[in-house]
């Protein structure tokens, strides 16, 4: 396996249901972050992990939890969650020096996530 | 201020012709820039980065950067129907990369 990789790549799941995604990444990279992308909408920063510690949580609702095991695993636990979530859910991850992006983000194929 | 702003709207271009796509940013101490395309109902992926002002080329993309005028900006030479994708700026800063909300591109043939 390489780069990012995420699973399961479609989901469809009921307002009381509890599901977990996952991402993985191959690259040796030190910080991870989920995105939500809507259509028609711009990406939308969730979580960010450096070296396994959650540094950024940009007001995402707790219906929404954020895991990072180690630094090649990261899930994002959903439970309770609206139609209004249904949404492509993205992972990404990066070497970070020194707070500086200098390589980009590597990006997995996405979660596309419905809500019913 | 939004922190990457792309403001041109859909993008149509002939096959053959140069499209070329803006990207303005607010944070002056920015260091690293990015280009990512995105195909409809798939991830972005990495077409081009640029670090210092000037021109970077790689086969059909050139990147430009000048960052006294805080502009980065994409040309398309010779654009091919399998180049109709959206494309997003980043600039990296606060920890992160700041992402614009994307210009789409369509290559009529």
């Known amino acids: 396996e390489t780069g990012v990789t995420q699973t399961p790549r479609h989901l469809v799941m009921g307002m009381t249901n509890k599901k977990s995604l996952k991402c993985e990444q191959h690259l040796g990279h030190n910080a991870m972050y989920w995105y939500k992308q809507s259509a028609k909408k711009p990406l939308e920063l969730m979580f960010v992990?450096?070296?396994?510690?959650?540094?950024e949580n940009n007001s995402v609702p707790s219906r929404f939890s954020p895991e990072c095991p180690n630094s090649s695993h990261l899930f994002l636990h959903l439970h309770t969650l609206q139609p209004e979530d249904s949404a492509l859910y993205l992972c990404?991850?990066?070497?970070?020096?020194?707070?500086?992006?200098?390589?980009?983000?590597?990006f997995g194929s996405g979660t596309r996530l419905t809500v019913v | 201020q939004k922190e990457v702003e792309q403001n041109s709207g859909p993008l149509s271009v002939p096959e053959g012709a140069i499209a070329s796509l803006n990207c303005t940013y607010s944070d002056r101490v920015s260091q690293s820039f990015f280009w990512y395309r995105q195909y409809s109902g798939k991830s972005p992926e990495l077409i081009m980065s640029i670090y210092s002002n000037g021109d970077k080329e790689d086969g059909r993309f050139t990147a430009q950067l000048n960052k006294a005028s805080q502009y980065v900006s994409l040309l398309i030479r010779d654009s091919q129907p399998s180049d109709s994708a959206t494309y997003l700026c980043a600039v990296s800063g606060n920890n992160r990369l700041a992402f614009g909300k994307g210009n789409q591109v369509v290559v009529i043939p």
């Open positions: 990404a991850s990066s070497q970070e020096r020194r707070g500086t992006s200098n390589y980009g983000y590597t």
């Open positions: 992990y450096n070296f396994k510690e959650q540094t």
